[in-house]
């Protein structure tokens, strides 16, 4: 099956600062990539969805200018959180679909962010 | 608004049947997936159902029925490693997914 690459599976840095995760898909070309947020024991809530050589498509209530994504390449999918604080701490989820009208989505395994 | 309700918290013995319930009310409707999240991890993709009916893979089924807006999940001869939470998730079309809050199974010895 497709696979999805998430780096760092993990990162701690301290508020004010800004952290990037990349989203790959190892196997397959993405050209829509989606952003998940997820809380403790609490369901993925969808950020914006990426979509390659265009600008992200950003869901009600996300800061655009806080999660800057960047879909560069029909592998990779970038999410910046810039000027971190505490409350931005969660689990961050990528996913992708195959194509169109395969309803599938893959995920990536996760990146855990903890601001202190 | 959109919304997704199925159960908190479903527990059952190993061997048992359990069967996880999804009812939707979505601006749009093109198929309802079902997720597995073990702790920690990923969800990974268990079913699909963009028809009315029943979908069998080994062990688990699901079935929907789009006149009324639900569907469930069915878990068969329930190993301890079905232990996870189950989501249940609606295809709004324009490739968008909405997620339910997800159900929360214990499977005991």
């Known amino acids: 099956g497709a696979v999805v690459s998430q780096h760092p599976s993990w990162v701690i840095c301290k508020s004010g600062t800004s952290v990037k995760i990349e989203c790959r898909s190892l196997?397959?070309?993405?050209?829509?990539m989606f952003w998940y947020r997820q809380f403790p024991k609490q369901s993925l809530m969808l950020m914006a969805t990426s979509n390659e050589g265009s600008k992200a498509t950003y869901e009600q209530g996300v800061e655009k200018d806080k999660f800057l994504i960047n879909h560069a390449s029909l592998t990779l999918s970038t999410l910046t959180v810039t000027s971190a604080h505490p409350e931005d701490s969660s689990f961050y989820i990528c996913s992708a679909r195959v194509q169109t009208g395969n309803y599938e989505q893959y995920f990536g395994p996760g990146t855990r962010l903890t601001v202190t | 608004g959109q919304s997704l309700e199925q159960p908190s918290e479903v527990t059952a013995v190993e061997g048992a049947i359990v069967q996880i319930n999804c009812t939707y009310q979505?601006?749009?409707?093109?198929?309802l997936s079902w997720y597995q999240q073990h702790d920690g991890g990923a969800p990974t993709f268990l079913s699909y159902n963009g028809l009315d009916g029943l979908e069998e893979t080994g062990r688990f089924s699901s079935f929907l029925s789009r006149s009324d807006s639900y569907g469930y999940l069915l878990l068969q001869e329930l190993q301890m490693k079905d232990s996870a939470s189950y989501f249940c998730?609606?295809?709004?079309?324009?490739?968008?997914?909405?997620f339910g809050a997800g159900t929360r199974l214990f499977v005991k010895a």
């Open positions: 196997d397959f070309q993405a050209t829509t």
């Open positions: 979505t601006s749009g409707f093109y198929g």
């Open positions: 998730a609606v295809d709004t079309g324009g490739f968008k997914t909405i």
